[in-house]
């Protein structure tokens, strides 16, 4: 279901934006830590379908530009695995991984894993420090071993519940759901349903907003049961209440009421003038409404800040491009390169700088990025 199905983003922004307590600090860690845990004889699509979402969510839940998400796969050891005719080489190995926030287990060949004591040992390290440990397939006969599935709802592929019974007696396996949600620990069927539990699983830590814009990015069919619907907050939990006006006024923007989402910049950089962030939102909202020369004060003033001078500078480009403002436009590019930015292919297609596409000074700038 997209977020076109869903409440407007500006009947949830004036809904919330009375009730919204203050400016607080952002939390000192907002990128959680993805694990991707992979073996010889891995299901493809069972790791590369949640690799797919976390990494799509890491975007589009991104706060002040930190990815929501850190993604990489870890292995026993750090040698090529086999997938089908696919190898694989991991990031990591359990020895030199980062602390998993979220641990992905897909299903396979998951013996390699069961008759692994260096990674069973590991898992039993890791997982109770993990916020949640989302199984795909086979991978529920992991956590089973350890005795993590006792007493709880899980389920696993089709082709594998009775053999999950026999190994977890003490836990209800349930077929004929996608997945299945007992706080710490996620358990999906096979295949597929690994993209619809992590999906669940970023709607959960992020909201249902993000979880809507990853699922219509990969054009992937999600329908989300209602009795787990309705309790997905819609914007993103793990920000703060400035970080949660930051995402309104994005919403804003995603459906071209610009002068809305102007506003809630405003009222920002109003109650904090060193947000740099909010500066360049405001400039690129107002240059997308179309007041070019209001929005240039705004991105100049961004381009103060370290953190978003490369992009403010590439805006205040655009604006002087629409303008006709030829020589000020390509100065500003090359300002706007100095400063780190290597966006080439937005510099080769965005039409605010039709103008100056043709221009030699351009085209050198172009050969030399």
Known sequence: MTRSTTLGAGAIAIAMAATLPSPAKEPPKYTRNVAIVLYDGVEILDFAGPLEVFG??????????????????????????????????????????????????????TDKLLESAKFMTWLKAAQPKAEITLTVCTGAFTVAKLG????????????????????????????????????????????????????????????????????????????????????????????????????????????????????????????????????????????????????LPASTRAAEFADVRSDALYNIACVYALQGKTNDAIGQIEKAVAAGFNAKWLLKG??????????????KIMAAM
């Open 56 to 109: 799509a969510a890491a975007r589009f839940g991104s706060a002040r530009q930190q990815p929501a998400f850190n993604t990489y796969t870890v292995a026993v050891t750090k040698d090529v695995l086999k997938s089908y005719r696919v190898q694989i080489v991991p990031e990591f190995s359990i020895d030199d991984a980062p602390v998993p926030d979220v641990i992905v287990i897909p299903g396979g060949n």
């Open 148 to 295: 993590l599935l006792d007493g709880k709802q899980v389920t696993t592929f089709y082709g594998a519940i009775e053999g999950l019974r026999r190994e977890a007696p003490k836990a209800m396996v349930i077929d004929g759901r996608r997945f299945v949600d007992n706080g710490t620990i996620i358990t999906t069927a096979g295949v597929s349903a690994g993209i619809d539990g992590a999906l669940h699983t970023v709607a959960r830590l992020l909201g249902r907003s993000v979880a809507d814009q990853t699922a219509r990015y990969m054009e992937y069919h999600w329908t989300p049961e209602p009795y787990l619907a309705k309790d997905y907050v819609y914007l993103n939990p793990s920000l703060d209440a400035e970080g949660r006006r930051m995402q309104q006024g994005q919403l804003f923007e995603d459906e071209k009421s610009f002068a809305e989402a102007a506003g809630i910049y405003r009222a920002m950089t109003e109650r904090d003038p060193k947000d740099g962030f909010a500066w360049y939102r405001l400039g690129r909202s107002l240059q997308a409404a179309g007041q070019l020369e209001a929005s």
């Open 350 to 363: 965005d039409p605010d700088l039709a103008s100056i596409r043709a221009d030699a000074r351009f085209q």
